[in-house]
C-alpha cells in the first residue's frame, strides 16, 4: 500500500462517506421514532400478520410480520433490502472509480506515470473502501444502540454486535465483484451497471431457492444465501463460516481483479 495515495483517497472520499453515514443515522432515527406507533397500532398489527403476503415477507427476509419484535421489525424496515440497497450503492460507486472510472476520465494514466506500482494503488484504495464500509457498518450498529436506548426499546446489543462481522463481510463480497468489473471494463457505467445487476441477481436467486429445490441447490453461489439478519439477531451469535465465505468471495474475486489491472492498457 502507499500511505500518501491512502491520504489522497480519503480527502477526495470522506464527504461522501460522511453523507452516507449520516443518511444511515438519521433513518434509523426516523425508524425508532415511528416504531412505537406500529407497535401500539394492534388493528394494523393484526391486518399485517393476517393479510400481509408472506412471500413478500420472506423476500424481505422475515419470518412473520410481528411488530412486537423489534429485531423482526429492524430486519424488515433496514437490514434488507434498504441497507442493502445504501450500503451497496456506496460500495459500487467507490468501486466502478477505482479502475473504471479513472481510465474513462484519465487520471489513472496520470497516476502511473509516477513511480507507484499498480497493485499499490489497488490495494491503497481498495484499503479505504473497506475502511469506509466498516464505518458504514458500525455507524449502522452504533444508531441502533443509541437511538433504541433513547427510545426505551428492548434492544438486542449481542445481536447487534454479532451481526456486524456478517454486514462487513457482506459488502466485502459486493466490493470484490464490483472492483473486479471496474478492471474487467473501460468504461465506469458499464461497471456499474454489472455491479448493480449482480447483487439484484444474488437477490432474487436467494428469492426463488425458497421455493424450488434445483435453485436451492444454485444458491449456494450466490451471496445472499449466507445473509440471514433476523437469524443473527435473534442467536447473538456470530455466524463465522458465513462470515468467512463472504470474506473468502471477496477476497479472490479482488485478487483476480489485481491480476486483470496488472496487465490491462489504459492507454
Known sequence: ?????????????????????????????FLCALYPTFRKA???????????PQA????????????SSFNNYIVLELLTIIWVVIV?????????????????????????????????????????????????VVTTVLSVFIFGKAFGFRVSYAGF?????????????????????SALFREARRALMASAAVIFGFYLLHFAAGYSRVVDKIDYLGIFHYYDPLGVLNSGGVPVRDVLVLLAFGIALFCIALWIFQRKDIT
Do not use: C, H
Open 1 to 29: 500500500m502507499n500511505l500518501n495515495l491512502i491520504r489522497k483517497t480519503v480527502s477526495d472520499r470522506w464527504r461522501g462517506i460522511s453523507v452516507y453515514a449520516g443518511g444511515l443515522a438519521a433513518y434509523v432515527l
Open 161 to 181: 454486535l454479532a451481526f456486524a462481522p456478517l454486514g462487513f463481510a457482506l459488502f466485502i463480497a459486493m466490493a470484490g465483484y464490483s472492483i473486479f468489473f
Open 88 to 136: 451497496g450503492a456506496f460500495v459500487i460507486g467507490f468501486a466502478r472509480y477505482m479502475i473504471a472510472g479513472e481510465v474513462e476520465e484519465g487520471t489513472l494514466e496520470f497516476l502511473l506515470s509516477q513511480p507507484i506500482k499498480r497493485w499499490k494503488v489497488l490495494t491503497s484504495e481498495g484499503s479505504v473502501l473497506a475502511a469506509g464500509i466498516a464505518g458504514l
Open 56 to 67: 413478500l415477507l420472506k423476500f424481505f427476509g422475515v419470518k412473520s410480520f410481528d411488530v
Open 42 to 52: 394492534l388493528a394494523v398489527k393484526q391486518f399485517f400478520a393476517k393479510n400481509y
